[in-house]
């Protein structure tokens, strides 16, 4: 798969919580690029302190099927060159950036269900791998855990449910690990979803994105629950890509 230096124009700004935000990105040179779920494309910016370039990488959230406009899911990081770099774009700015790239891809695995694992903006792969299931002639039947902060950090609450519409047998589980009053769906790490409700990994493929620490732990307790392929994306504090 090719590497493109691309143009492209903001085209939608939209703060999706107090500290995440979603970019969409209207190609324009070239005018479409082709990806897989799960890929990021990098940007290189002066790092504010020192001065000298620095690049961050961001996985893109959108489907392939849609090859001319890549959606950004990001954090604001204090002081982060990527974020202020991203938090600085508005509707019409022109971006560049070079792309695709990364191994934490959808694979095949004939045969096996999906289970996802995300953490914070973790999710942001892992979108774009759901997207592009639902958008199978057979969607493959698929799990996704997903652990945020508080009710705060919610988001894409009504575009889960509308991918639970296209696949039936799709199922998704959020938990808050710090909880405000009022709140009734499950709490905790998401860890412990993975070992309270999946019994057998026999058929199942997993994809964790995240927290180190989370993909530690959950590696672990599906090696305990026996063999099955394990795809993993480390986000450093959450934030969708590499470390700010």
């Not at 993975?194 to 993909?215: P, T």
């Amino acid at each position: 798969m090719s590497i493109y230096q691309v143009t492209a124009q903001v085209e939608s700004v939209r703060d999706l919580t107090h500290d995440v935000r979603q970019l969409d990105l209207r190609l324009i040179e070239p005018a479409a690029i082709d990806f897989k779920p799960g890929q990021f494309i990098s940007f290189d910016m002066p790092h504010p302190e020192s001065g000298r370039l620095v690049t961050r990488a961001y996985s893109i959230a959108s489907s392939p099927s849609r090859p001319g406009v890549i959606t950004l899911l990001f954090n604001r990081v204090s002081g982060g060159p990527g974020s202020t770099l991203l938090y600085g774009f508005k509707e019409g700015d022109t971006a560049r950036f070079k792309g695709p790239a990364g191994h934490f891809t959808l694979r095949d695995d004939p045969g096996r269900d999906l289970l996802f694992v995300a953490t914070g903006t973790g999710i942001t792969p892992i979108w774009s791998m759901l997207l592009a299931n639902a958008e199978r002639a057979v969607p493959r039947p698929a799990t996704l855990f997903w652990g945020l902060r508080s009710q705060r950090d919610l988001y894409y609450q009504d575009d889960l449910l509308a991918l639970a519409r296209t696949i039936p047998q799709m199922t998704t589980v959020l938990t808050l690990s710090r909880p405000e009053p009022g709140w009734s769906g499950e709490t905790g790490r998401v860890q412990r979803l993975v070992e309270e409700r999946i019994a057998s990994v026999a058929h199942l493929a997993a994809y964790l994105c995240g927290s180190g620490g989370m993909i530690a732990d959950v590696t672990k307790t599906l090696q305990q629950k026996g063999l099955c392929p394990i795809y993993r994306e480390k986000y450093y504090d959450s934030a969708a890509g590499a470390a700010e």
